[in-house]
């Protein structure tokens, strides 16, 4: 009998600092930054985000986030098999944010590591976990997205600073006779490396470069458009299914606009499209699984749903997974 993978339980966390639009324009202005809610709303849907105190790393995001997973799945941290991070904040250069979580959760022994996706993350590691468990690598993994974007935030560049939060999501996979993952399909094209970076990194002692992230807004959003419908139909085919059939499209959390042209040339009504962007920003890999999180918890996603989930981010990647619930 073929061995599958299933998500049978999901959590999420945001750190309790909640900051809307006008909180962030009142603390911009404060060093000569100008903003506002309306531009802010009206070219991104972001709303609101989350800023962690400093002392608190991605894996403090993370483990909060997979002990509710675990709890929704009824297992065990003791019975992980497999633990996947993906983050572009990593706690420190190295061990693994991966590692450094497994220790906090007490599932001690089992494989841990990072994926470095950027927002395409959590694409890329539930795909990693979904082919471990179909080799019989791993029985029950926890595939986690967390970040502190907010370390990496130039406060003096308004262009970026109001677009990101801080966050986590998790899912716990595990083997199953029936069908989860149906398929995933995943590209990287790293010429696009400049258009979306944190260019600096640490060389005898000091950090070399400029450790803040830089945009080319336009750019990004030109190439996730269309990388993001190229990959939903190469999945929805891979599977032999349409758009027609999904029952809800779980996208990447960047921007509203960028959602709403995904789900157009889908042929999707918004309706069928999660969004949770406006209460959380973006959040690079933490962003799937967080509004993957908040849609079961809500109820509007349930046993037996088709889901479409796809993300794009820095290198470039993208890709996309197509899942039963
Ligand atoms: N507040 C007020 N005004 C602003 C702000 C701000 N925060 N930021 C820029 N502006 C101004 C600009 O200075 C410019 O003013 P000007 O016309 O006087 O020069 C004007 O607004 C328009 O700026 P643009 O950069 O042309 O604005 P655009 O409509 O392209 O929107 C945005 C910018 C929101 C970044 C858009 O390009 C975008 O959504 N890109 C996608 C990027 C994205 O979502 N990245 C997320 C990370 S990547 C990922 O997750 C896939």
């Known amino acids: 009998m073929r061995r599958y993978s299933r998500i049978t339980g999901t959590g999420s966390y945001l750190p309790p600092r909640r900051l809307t639009n006008a909180d962030l324009a009142e603390e911009l202005a404060a060093s000569g930054v100008e903003t506002s809610d309306d531009w802010i709303v009206e070219r991104t849907g972001i709303r609101a985000r989350h800023f962690a105190a400093a002392d608190v790393c991605s894996s403090d995001l993370g483990v909060e986030a997979a002990r509710r997973a675990l709890d929704a799945a009824g297992v065990l941290a003791q019975d992980i098999d497999l633990i996947i991070v993906a983050t ?53 993994a926890l595939v986690i997205g967390a970040e502190v974007f907010s370390r990496i935030l130039d406060f003096k560049d308004r262009t970026t600073c109001v677009l990101f939060g801080d966050g986590a999501g998790a899912v716990v996979l595990e083997a199953s006779d029936t069908p989860g993952i149906l398929a995933s399909d995943l590209h990287a094209d790293g010429k696009h490396v400049g258009i979306l970076c944190v260019p600096g990194h640490v060389s005898g002692g000091s950090v070399l470069g400029d450790p803040l992230l830089k945009m080319d807004g ?65 959040t690079s890999a933490a962003s799937i699984p967080l509004a993957l999180d ?10 037996g749903q088709l889901l479409l989930l796809e993300g794009v981010g820095g290198g470039f990647t993208w890709g996309a997974v197509l899942l039963n619930m």
């Open 88 to 140: 572009s904040t990593p706690d420190m250069v190295f061990p693994s944010t991966a590692c450094i979580l497994q220790n906090k959760l007490g599932a001690n022994g089992c494989p841990a590591f990072d994926v470095q996706a950027v927002c395409s993350g959590f694409i890329y590691a539930l795909t990693v976990a979904d082919a471990m468990i179909q080799t019989g690598s791993a029985s029950k």
């Open 218 to 282: 336009q750019a990004v959003f030109k190439l996730a458009v269309g990388v993001l419908d190229e990959a939903a139909r190469a999945t929805l085919a891979k599977a032999g299914k349409t758009a027609a059939d999904i029952d809800w499209l779980i996208p990447h959390q960047a921007n509203i606009r960028i959602m709403q042209s995904t789900a157009r040339k889908l042929k999707l009504p918004m309706d069928k499209v999660i969004v949770t962007v406006d209460q959380h920003g973006n």
């Open 294 to 303: 908040t849609a079961v918890r809500s109820g509007r996603v349930v046993p």
